[in-house]
């Protein structure tokens, strides 16, 4: 991994020079040094560090565990507390704040390397998660193509925009959590049934079908759909991109296929 930009927050001068000695050997650049949580959040916010080790119990009128919540909520930069206090309560003080790591004094070189490197992995695992479940919602949202995802017992639990104007309504309430199955028309039943439950087991793609639906004001609709399974909420789901068939040219519905 390569260096890392690393505020240190100690309020023992002589275990500061120490892991100062420690960042310096392991290839880190130290863009701040400080005893206090004020003096922290002025340093995260003129020098954005890429890590801080955070010693909890540190000088100033707020401690290390407040400076912790202020500086992910207003920069989002990862925290490894360090402590030398052992009780529970000391524990206990610190599981309702997002941090990274969390290292019992004595601290050894090695160990202090290890972790900042399973820290900041771990942080730029959840943020690039986060940018890329941020960016599929912002697409899904956005596109022209109604969008709805079904769970295995056939409810709704996710339609887009474009979905909510197909059907009519601009109230999601009106469609998630009913069975998909209540929008269809008896005679299209069937052949939805066949091409999702169908696929839906197998963990196969759905080609390319129309069928007659009803939007909430019980109008009659004829609509293209394509699919695929997917996982959502940890569970295998439906997703189904849908259009008024009428929309539909041959040579769109062959590239659906």
């Known amino acids: 991994m390569e260096g890392l930009k690393v505020l240190l927050v100690e309020d023992d001068k002589l275990l500061s020079q120490i892991y100062q000695m420690f960042l310096q050997s392991l290839g880190h650049n130290i863009v701040g040094v400080c005893n206090n949580g004020e003096a ?3 340093i995260c916010k003129k020098s954005t560090p890429d890590l801080v080790l955070m010693d909890i119990h540190i000088e100033g009128e707020i401690n290390g565990v407040q400076t912790t919540e202020i500086i992910y909520k207003k920069f989002d ?3 490894v507390f360090m402590t030398s206090d052992t009780k529970q309560s000391t524990l206990d003080s610190v ?4 941090f990274y790591g969390y290292i019992i004094k004595p601290i050894d070189k090695s160990v202090l390397g290890i972790q900042i490197e399973l820290a900041y992995g771990k942080y730029t695992s959840e943020h690039e998660l986060r940018y890329n479940k941020e960016r599929y919602n912002s697409l899904v949202n956005d596109s022209l193509d109604t969008i709805i995802i079904i769970n295995e017992e056939g409810i709704i639990e ?3 925009s474009a979905g909510l104007k197909l059907f009519k309504t601009p109230y999601i309430e009106n469609i998630i ?3 998909i199955l209540s ?3 008896d005679d299209s039943k069937e052949i939805y049934k066949k091409k999702i439950e169908v696929k839906m087991k197998k963990d196969k793609k759905v080609n390319y079908f129309e069928a007659f639906f009803r939007n909430v004001y019980d109008k009659r609709i004829e609509i293209g759909v394509v699919g695929s399974v997917v996982n959502f909420k940890n569970k295998s789901a439906v997703q189904l991109i849908m259009k ?3 929309m539909l040219q041959e040579l769109e519905r062959h590239s659906w296929e």
């Open 244 to 246: 008024l068939a009428v």
């Open 40 to 42: 922290a959040i002025s």
């Open 177 to 179: 959590g009913l069975p």
């Open 183 to 185: 929008f269809i028309e």
């Open 158 to 160: 996710y339609i887009n």
């Open 95 to 98: 599981l309702h704040t997002v």
């Open 77 to 79: 930069i990862p925290v």
